[in-house]
């Protein structure tokens, strides 16, 4: 460990943390960094209850397992899983969970070829999101379901120039003024399928583009607009 952080590994390989508890105030839960791969996150429980802090947190690591976690954060401007620079990771069946505001629960930046698969993901804050992606491609989501209560809490932003990410069987409902799909980016390049896309609040739209944004490709099948 280090400082107020619960357990970081630095250039490690075929490491596992499982069945843990871990809460922290300020810091990090688990922290890989960097370099490290083929590591085993599963079954953990974290909670963490500062401002700026991680659940999990991978940093330029690849090829890891991260399932079967539940994680909460109270904190404003906190992550429960953060990905940079991190790519062909497998998140599968979390519980995600964030409560206070400009909290994110997964948000991938630069990180590319990842499967995230049958998260439950919630949000309460406002401008708190469930899923953020930036500057990342080649992802598949399956499964997720994601919900968000606060203000201009959105399900899905996509932002920065995406390519090619794949998003199938999602549940987003939005019961405040967030948009289960936001788009901030130009030449945001993505498919979407068989999901269900419910924005509760009125003249909040289900699928929203920032106004000037131009370019890009969505491919929609089977979408439910409830």
Do not use: C
């Given at each position: 460990?280090?400082?107020?952080?619960?357990?970081?590994?630095?250039?490690?390989?075929?490491?596992?943390?499982?069945?843990?508890?871990?809460?922290?105030?300020?810091?990090?839960?688990i922290?890989?960094?960097?370099n490290?791969?083929?590591?085993?996150?599963?079954?953990?429980?974290?909670?963490?209850?500062?401002?700026?802090?991680?659940?999990?947190?991978?940093?330029?690591?690849s090829?890891?397992?991260?399932?079967?976690?539940?994680?909460?954060?109270?904190?404003?401007?906190?992550?429960?899983?953060?990905?940079?620079?991190?790519?062909?990771?497998?998140?599968?069946?979390?519980?995600?969970?964030?409560?206070?505001?400009?909290?994110?629960?997964?948000?991938?930046?630069?990180?590319?070829?990842?499967n995230?698969?049958?998260?439950?993901?919630?949000?309460?804050?406002?401008?708190?999101?469930?899923?953020?992606?930036?500057?990342?491609?080649?992802?598949?989501?399956?499964n997720?379901?994601?919900?968000?209560?606060?203000?201009?809490?959105?399900?899905?932003?996509?932002?920065?120039?995406?390519?090619?990410?794949?998003?199938?069987?999602?549940?987003?409902?939005?019961?405040?003024?967030?948009?289960?799909?936001?788009?901030?980016?130009?030449?945001?390049?993505?498919?979407?399928?068989?999901?269900?896309?419910?924005?509760?609040?009125?003249?909040?739209?289900?699928?929203?583009?920032?106004?000037?944004?131009?370019?890009?490709?969505?491919?929609?099948?089977?979408?439910?607009?409830?």
């Amino acid at each position: 460990t280090m400082g107020n952080d619960g357990i970081n590994l630095f250039f490690t390989r075929n490491s596992t943390i499982s069945n843990s508890n871990i809460t922290t105030g300020k810091g990090l839960a688990i922290f890989l960094y960097p370099n490290s791969s083929n590591s085993v996150i599963n079954n953990n429980i974290i909670r963490t209850t500062g401002n700026n802090d991680y659940g999990i947190f991978l940093l330029t690591s690849s090829n890891s397992n991260i399932t079967g976690n539940n994680i909460t954060t109270l904190g404003s401007d906190a992550y429960a899983i953060h990905l940079s620079s991190s790519s062909r990771n497998e998140i599968i069946l979390n519980n995600m969970t964030t409560a206070a505001n400009t909290a994110y629960n997964l948000y991938l930046l630069s990180s590319s070829n990842n499967n995230i698969t049958s998260n439950t993901i919630s949000t309460a804050g406002t401008s708190a999101y469930g899923i953020y992606l930036q500057s990342s491609n080649f992802n598949i989501l399956t499964n997720n379901t994601i919900k968000t209560s606060g203000i201009t809490g959105h399900g899905i932003i996509i932002n920065s120039a995406l390519t090619s990410n794949t998003f199938s069987g999602m549940i987003i409902i939005t019961s405040n003024t967030g948009n289960p799909i936001y788009i901030s980016s130009t030449y945001a390049n993505f498919t979407i399928s068989d999901s269900i896309l419910n924005a509760s609040a009125l003249g909040t739209s289900d699928f929203y583009i920032l106004s000037g944004i131009t370019g890009g490709r969505n491919a929609k099948t089977n979408i439910w607009w409830e």
